[in-house]
Each structure stands twice: as structure tokens, then as C-alpha cells.
């Protein structure tokens, strides 16, 4: 059995995805977890081939799956015969995880929200808890509690999210170099950037920019 996007609900439904790995379309991924907790929800995944029983996450990779299909009762001569007619990769590097929004700015409801449009202004400099926790005025141990409440995240991991945000926006809409994006992005080392890039968002900056770049650059637009 095989679900294209949100077909993975009518899955779940009839317990068929029960005790399995599933994914679906990321943007309803966490409402497939909360009504079937039964079901082992992986939204970053393209497809979950789970031998008898395989989901895809959007349309588009329902075709991923579907090419997968083929590769696996026919042979990668045949599935890349397919490819080549779709005009389709065979198959695509990465995973959901490079189209998933990562929310930046909460909307906390405490009046934290200077407090937030602070740290996304000084992504470049070394945050800490307890900067953030003297810059509003609040124990550290409140000011954990009020990260968990509005984002459901620790301040670090919330810290880190928000400049991987900035850093796929600056791929997507800029020349910056990945040593430059790195920089503003507070991600260190263009290393240590490339290293946690790709474990979060399943592919490498220099792959991500040619994804979704906005508008092609010309040669030498790249800026320090």
C-alpha cells in the first residue's frame, strides 16, 4: 500500500501505519503524530519504504516514491529510463527537511517580544542564557520556562533554529559567501556551519542555494 502526501492519514486511519515509520506532507506532519501516537511520524523524510506499506511526503515526492517503486521491482536501468521521460531526478539528494519553515519570532503573550526581536538582531554575536535572562530582566530558570511555553524549545535550540532560518534565507536571497553567511549567522566556522546545515536540514549550503536561490547570480557576485 502506498500514500501520496496527506493520503498517509486515511493510512493511519485504518491502522495500517500502526508500529510503522510514516511520513507525509511536512506542514501537517505533527497533526498526523497527535491523532495516531501509534504511528512513528518522520517529517523530514521524502519517503519511508517500509516494505509492504510506503507514505510520501508531497506531491511531488509521491512522484520520489513512485520512482522508488520502480528502481526497486525493476532495477536503476529502467527506473532511470522513467526518470529521464518525466524529466525527473531519480533520485533527490535530501529530505523534507529542506522545505520545512523553521518559525523564528514566537508570539509570546508574556511581553518577551523585545526580548526576541533582540536576540534575531545579534544572531552574529555569541549568545548565551544568561545574556538573554539579564537582557529581560528574568532568572535564567524563567527565562527557560518562557522559551519552553512560546516556542517549545530550549533558548539554545530556539537560538540555533532561528540562524539556520536566517542562514536559508541569506542562501536563498544572496551572494554572501558560506564563510559570510556563517559570520552573520553566528554559525561559526564555515565547518562547523556546513556540519550542522546538513545534519538539520539534510543537505549542504552550497545545495540548498542552487535549490532555491532566488534569482540566478552572475559570475563574481559573491561578496565577502
Known sequence: MVSICTGAFALAAAGVLDGRRATTHWLYAR???RKY?????RPG???IDEGRVLTS???TAGLDLCLHLVHRDHGPRVANQLARLLVAAPHRTGGQAQFIDLPMRPQPSDGSAKLYDWALENLHHPLTVGQLARRAGVS???LIRRFHADTGLPPMRWLLDARLARARELLATSGLTVE???????????ANFRTLFKAR???????????FLSVPLPPGAETA
Open 31 to 33: 497533526t498526523l503524530a
Open 201 to 211: 536540514v539534510g543537505v549542504p549550503p552550497s545545495v540548498y542555494r542552487d535549490t
Open 140 to 142: 535564567r530558570r524563567t
Open 37 to 41: 501516537p501509534q504511528v512513528t511520524v
Open 45 to 47: 523524510e521524502l519517503y
Open 57 to 59: 511526503g508531497g506531491v
Open 180 to 190: 559570510a553567511v556563517a559570520r552573520r549567522c553566528g554559525l561559526g566556522t564555515p
